[in-house]
């Protein structure tokens, strides 16, 4: 039976109604919930002496529920004779009190100030079926007759799924009365007719005031039973409704089906404009029994920058390792505190089966993973701004044993600019200090061992080498450096003085006779060692970018610019070696770059790091020694097993745990070489 109409137009007609109720008979049609979905708000802003008008009324069964519970002072009215019919054979002898009226909404016949309560379930969406004109102009006749009917303080609460342009039509009308607006989510029910898809429902609750000037507009949504939030603007109200729109057919979407694409939403508390958790749905097609549908992973705080949780190809290797069709990954905010994994998962439990599969009762004990019971801790040590970075936090993360020290710039929260080891100094158990051969990104690593590429290790051995380092961060890279080769010479370049301050007094960055620091943006600073014949043995780029329009996140544009490359190439040494962290998610921006720095040099190497989104680039001027183009040459073999000895003898005179440090023979394990863009063509 086709009780539908063929086209959405047809709700605002009269015909469309006769013709439904007619095919329905005496069935009760509910649109957008039942009173034990709504009595929980009713009960709310409805007194049981109140005088009620019901709008469109249809033959709902809510006027019936809503009168044997004691709201007698109860008037139906609704376009439709047959259905009004239907109701009064219906209600007449059982609820006495209780009128049905044939009547158009838009002209009502009912004296001014006459109800307390106008209350509309569904019936605003069926007459604003779209955004035209001639509907605009029935609404707005619908609303004035509402709000003439209401007395002063009285309340229009409206059942409606807030279609965009109802939405807007609503709090701008609203608004522009100077009437109070409240929005509810509401809480609905499943069951098996609505099982296949149901869009969220909002309840409106708009009181009548008389408009004041300058008292300021109140707007109020709430996402759970009485916790409210109070918006600052129309704009902010809206948003707020389509963020729940789009919640709630996200959840539809994913209880009938596994995605092909990661999802992720933000669970927020009612107190916060910061969300509380982030969870990515990661699905994959694993063969088993149900016990291996549906999991929770809750990431440890200070670890979600890692590769394996941070990452759609990571999140899918953890979902893969757990063995679960469905994994929930969680991670957690900095701003918020987090007593223990019992807290989060009490927190969690309720949402998280909101995201269950099909085939999940909701009573199902779903099982809740995490690396051990430890969940972490974070201790924020400075808060800061930079005039090139905005706002940043300087923090420490206790995982189990271990401490360590993170740069954030709150401008991109997932991502850890700079991170130390702390150690707890001997004899001295609450003091620490920073481990200043701890080198936390492996792509740091690979730029070290491109040392290898000078083809000179005795040169670096006798303090002959002079490195560039552009970009500080937290002074990590140059501290590492340094330690592991006190004799070659390093000047370290950072655009920003308040990075700089940060590494000196957070992360124990130290200048001395061989390594000096230099305040100047990158860019004039190489241009001026050109002008002026300075040259580097070694150059490196290890820099951000604060331009997020570009899909390259290292090193700025203007560094890898043909002009720029040539003024490097001018810089570096004949034998010298360019080294260049690149993280460039666009493949078509990516081979750009290293065909323009194929140009530019005759040698060219990459290598991809494991487990991070970083590429390394290494160029020579010069062409390597011969026999030693392959990457697996023993010439490069005996370089980097001669650096890897002298780093051991360097270090080990004042830190016996040097045997703990990366290999430099490990970090060029899977280096690649590209041809010279001139032998390509």
Same mark, same amino acid.
């Given at each position: 039976?086709?009780? &539908? ?9 009269? @015909? ?18 039942? =009173?034990? *979905?709504? $009595? ?11 005088? +009620? ?63 307390? +309560? ?14 035209? *004109? !001639? ?9 004035? @007759? %509402?709000?003439r009917v209401l007395r002063l303080g009285g309340r229009y609460i409206c059942v409606s799924l807030a279609q965009k342009h109802i939405l807007n039509k609503v709090v701008k009308t609203f608004s522009d009365w100077g009437w109070p607006i409240r929005v509810h989510l509401l809480q609905q029910q499943e069951d098996k007719e609505t099982a296949q898809f149901q869009m969220p429902v909002f309840v409106f609750v708009m009181m009548k005031f008389k408009k004041m000037p300058n008292m300021p507009q109140i707007l109020e949504v709430s996402y759970f039973e009485d916790k409210f939030e109070r918006l600052p603007s129309l704009n902010d109200l809206v948003? !707020? ?14 209880? #009938? ?19 509380? =958790? ?17 999991? %929770? ?18 999140? %899918? ?34 949402? +998280?089966? *909101? ?42 993360? #206790? ?43 492996? #792509? #740091? ?31 990590? /890279?140059?501290?590492?450096?340094? /330690? ?38 990158? &860019? ?24 997020? !329009? ?33 993280? $460039? ?11 323009? +720095? ?16 970083? @590429? ?9 020694? @011969?026999?030693?183009?392959?990457? $697996? ?40 070489? /590209?041809?010279? =863009?001139?032998?390509?063509?």
């Open positions: 039976m086709n009780l &539908l109409p063929k086209t959405h137009t047809e709700f605002s007609t009269e @015909e469309y109604w006769e013709k439904f109720f007619k095919k329905r008979g005496g069935k009760a049609f509910e649109w957008y919930g039942e =009173y034990t *979905e709504l $009595c929980g708000l009713i009960h709310k802003y409805i007194k049981l002496t109140e005088e +009620v008008l019901v709008v469109g009324c249809g033959n709902s069964q809510l006027s019936d529920d809503m009168y044997d519970v004691g709201y007698e002072k109860m008037t139906n009215i609704d376009i439709s004779d047959t259905v009004i019919k239907q109701m009064v054979a219906k209600n007449g002898k059982r609820r006495p009190k209780m009128t049905f009226c044939k009547m158009d909404l838009m002209k009502m016949d009912f004296e001014d100030n006459r109800f307390s +309560v106008v209350l509309d379930k569904g019936t605003l969406d069926a007459i604003m079926v779209d955004d035209s *004109e !001639s509907v605009n102009q029935n609404v707005d006749k619908m609303l004035q @007759e %509402i709000g948003m !707020s409704v389509k963020e729940m729109q789009h919640y709630g057919i996200f959840r539809q979407s994913l209880s #009938h089906r596994l995605t092909d694409e990661q999802i992720s939403v933000d669970l927020h508390d009612p107190c916060s404009s910061v969300p509380r =958790y982030t969870l990515h749905v990661v699905d994959q097609k694993v063969m088993g029994t149900a016990s291996n549908k549906f999991a %929770i992973f809750i990431v440890p705080q200070g670890r979600e920058t890692e590769w394996l949780f941070s990452s759609d190809e990571g999140r %899918i290797q953890l979902a893969s390792s757990a063995s679960y069709q469905r994994l929930v990954v969680v991670t957690l905010h900095r701003e918020h505190t987090y007593t223990n994994i019992d807290t989060i998962k009490a927190e969690l439990s309720t949402k +998280v089966m *909101e995201l269950k599969p099909s085939g999940i009762s909701n009573n199902a004990q779903v099982p809740f993973l995490s690396i051990g019971n430890d969940i972490g801790k974070r201790t924020v040590q400075l808060k800061g701004q930079s005039l090139f970075s905005g706002d940043f936090i300087v923090e420490d993360v #206790h995982q189990g044993e271990c401490t360590y020290r993170q740069l954030v710039f709150m401008t991109n929260k997932d991502i850890v600019q700079s991170q130390a080891k702390l150690l707890t100094v001997p004899k001295k158990k609450k003091k620490t200090e920073i481990d200043r051969l701890y080198l936390s990104c492996n #792509h #740091h690593h690979s730029m070290v061992a491109g040392l290898a590429y000078l083809h000179n290790n005795s040169a670096i051995r006798e303090g002959q080498i002079k490195v560039m380092i552009v970009g500080l961060g937290g002074g990590g /890279l140059a501290t590492y450096l340094h /330690l592991c080769f006190p004799q070659i010479k390093i000047d370290v370049v950072e655009i920003d003085e308040a990075m700089a301050t940060v590494a000196k007094e957070w992360f124990n960055f130290q200048e001395d006779d061989k390594m000096k620091f230099y305040i100047k943006d990158g &860019l004039d600073f190489i241009r001026e060692c050109s002008l002026n014949g300075a040259t580097y043995d070694v150059i490196m780029l290890d820099i951000d970018s604060k331009d997020s !329009s570009v899909g390259m996140s290292s090193p700025p544009a203007m560094f890898v610019q043909i002009d720029f490359l040539t003024t490097i190439k001018s810089v570096l040494e004949q034998s010298g070696v360019f080294v260049m962290n690149l993280v $460039c998610r666009d493949q078509q921006l990516r081979s750009k770059v290293i065909d323009d +720095v194929k140009t530019k040099f005759n040698q060219v190497m990459t290598i991809k790091i494991t487990e991070e989104v970083n @590429e390394i680039i290494f160029a020579c001027n010069s062409l390597p020694p @011969e026999g030693a183009m392959c990457h $697996c040459s023993e010439a490069i073999q005996k370089c980097l097993i001669e650096l890897d000895d002298m780093v051991k003898s360097n270090v080990s005179s004042f830190q016996k745990t040097s045997g703990d440090m990366t290999s430099l023979v490990d970090s060029l394990k899977d280096i690649c070489t /590209l041809l010279p =863009y001139s032998v390509r063509e």
